[in-house]
């Protein structure tokens, strides 16, 4: 068994770092890990520019078929009413961002039984035509099966007709990769091979993608890695996930709110952990929407890099309860006082604005 003495100098060397070993970290001190999550974000990412981008998210329906038992989102009888945007609801709030300098649309919803590819190649098309500088960061794996299953087409035609109709690229939504525990909380949503076969297609159709991370929902340690294993390995054989973001399960109003919240030290764990893990992402980033503002701060200092969005609207992580929107005067003030350079950045990391 690897010591820790050994396992700090393979990290500060540089290498990359086996799933069995990195499993030590969880019990490693907070300070030590961060501070050695800190020095693999300078490996990956040697500047102190810390970027965030103007985006909107907009759920355009929470009727979803999944009804999964982590969600505060979905419509529920007599709990949480339905609600399905109008093209109209869905270009007014696109038009309310570009007003703000906003550069981002992130269109998201439920699993809708009755929404077929048709639908979303509609809402695409118009909001691409009607805005067509606005870079849509749209849809989730989950999704991308769904209009395949409903369509009854291979989901790499999902993905080129959606290109075609103007999406630019789709958040990698990807909950947490071990089969065991989505069948417990998702049992109808995408299993683990689903989602890996919807980043090789989005791959074969030269899009971007993202990867995330919810934990905190009763898996284990060897669980959390499992799912760093599976991103870093198609990151190996993909190159586009440009970020991957972790963030805790927030148990508020879900069908399972019996659950105890992971902890601040969990989180600041978590996200040095997969900074020395994903030795192939260059952009982490520090999950102020689930953590909090000040959380997310202490983040930028232990291997995160990236605030994010601005959030001018977000409701699914909001159901729970969690304050989700802030604005840019805010995050420049905590980037800078993390001793950091607040940069607005666009969908691509490329810089528009620099706060000195
Ligand atoms: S997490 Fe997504 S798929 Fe699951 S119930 Fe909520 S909206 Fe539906």
Not at 48 to 73: K, L, P, Q, S, Y
Not at 98 to 125: C, E, F, N
Not at 265 to 273: H, N, Q, R
Not at 286 to 298: M, P, R, S, Y
Request: net charge neutral.
């Amino acid at each position: 068994m690897i010591t820790n003495n050994e396992l700090f100098h393979k990290i500060y060397h540089g290498d990359r770092i086996p799933p069995e070993e990195v499993l030590h970290l969880f019990s490693w001190d907070l300070i030590d890990l961060g501070k050695a999550g800190d020095m693999r974000r300078r490996l990956a990412y040697p500047k102190e520019d810390v970027g965030f981008i103007m985006d909107r998210i907009v759920n355009f329906t929470n009727i979803c078929e999944a009804a999964c038992a982590f969600c505060a989102f979905h419509a529920r009888a007599n709990l949480i009413p339905s609600y399905e945007l109008t093209m109209d609801d869905i270009l007014r709030k696109v038009e309310e961002l570009i007003a703000v300098g906003g550069t981002q649309i992130m269109l998201q919803g439920g699993l809708h039984p009755d929404y077929t590819l048709r639908k979303y190649i509609d809402i695409v098309d118009t909001v691409k035509k009607r805005f067509p500088k606005i870079y849509l960061h749209s849809f989730s794996p989950a999704e991308l099966v769904h209009m395949s299953r409903k369509s009854a087409l291979p989901v790499d035609d999902v993905v080129k007709a959606l290109k075609d109709a103007g999406l630019d690229s789709v958040p990698g939504a990807s909950d947490l990769l071990v089969d065991r525990v989505r069948k417990k909380v998702s049992p109808k949503k995408i299993t683990v091979d689903e989602w890996r076969e919807v980043i090789f297609s989005l791959y074969r159709n030269e899009m971007k993608s993202s990867a995330t991370m919810t934990y905190g929902m009763g898996e284990t340690h060897e669980e959390k890695i499992e799912h760093l294993k599976i991103i870093r390995e198609v990151q190996d054989d993909t190159g586009i996930l440009q970020a991957f973001i972790p963030w805790s399960f927030s148990p508020a109003r879900t069908r399972m709110a019996n659950m105890l919240p992971a902890t601040g030290i969990d989180y600041l764990k978590m996200v040095a952990i997969a900074r020395i893990f994903l030795d192939n992402i260059i952009y982490i980033q520090a999950g102020w929407l689930t953590e909090g503002l000040k959380l997310a701060q202490i983040a930028l200092t232990m291997g995160a890099n990236d605030m994010g969005g601005v959030l001018m609207e977000e409701i699914v992580v909001k159901a729970t309860g969690i304050k989700t929107s802030t604005h840019h005067q805010e995050l420049v003030r905590i980037i800078k006082n993390a001793g950091k350079i607040p940069v607005q950045r666009d969908s691509r990391y490329h810089v528009i604005r620099r706060f000195g």
